[in-house]
Nanobody, 124 residues
Framework: VQLQASGGGLVQVGESLRLSCATS????????IGWFRQAPGKEREAVSC????????RYAESVKGRFTISRDNAKNTVYLQMNNLKPEDTAVHYC??????????????????WGQGTLVTVSS
């Protein structure tokens, strides 16, 4: 399942963005969905994850208290609300699923199913 992230942009320090993750032709409701990011010269890292039920969420320490992941299965969409953005949040953000129901996602199961990411740039 290949997912499409959108909603990135250029913001100032302390501002907010909401990213969206969607797909066509598949139902996301049965899968856990994860948000990841890759900054220039760095490896891809997991940012947040939400299980299929929506009741369990996970966050990297660097974003706890600032980011909120949510899902609307009726709209087949997962969101990442990013508040109080910092320059170190600058990265291409991706969403993905490993087609299981639980977090954190397994990189091996994601395989090559990385969709096009969305660039978030936080300017100081």
């Amino acid at each position: 399942v290949q997912l499409q992230a959108s909603g990135g942009g250029l913001v100032q320090v302390g501002e907010s963005l909401r990213l969206s993750c969607a797909t066509s032709g598949s139902t996301l409701g049965t899968y856990a969905i994860g948000w990841f990011r890759q900054a220039p010269g760095k490896e891809r890292e997991a940012v947040s994850c939400i299980e299929s039920s929506g009741r369990t969420t996970r966050y990297a320490e660097s974003v706890k208290g600032r980011f909120t992941i949510s899902r609307d299965n009726a709209k087949n969409t997962v969101y990442l609300q990013m508040n109080n953005l910092k320059p170190e949040d600058t990265a291409v953000h991706y969403c993905a699923t490993d087609r299981t129901a639980v977090c954190w996602l397994d990189y091996e199961l994601i395989g090559d199913h990385w969709g096009q990411g969305t660039l978030v740039t936080v300017s100081s």
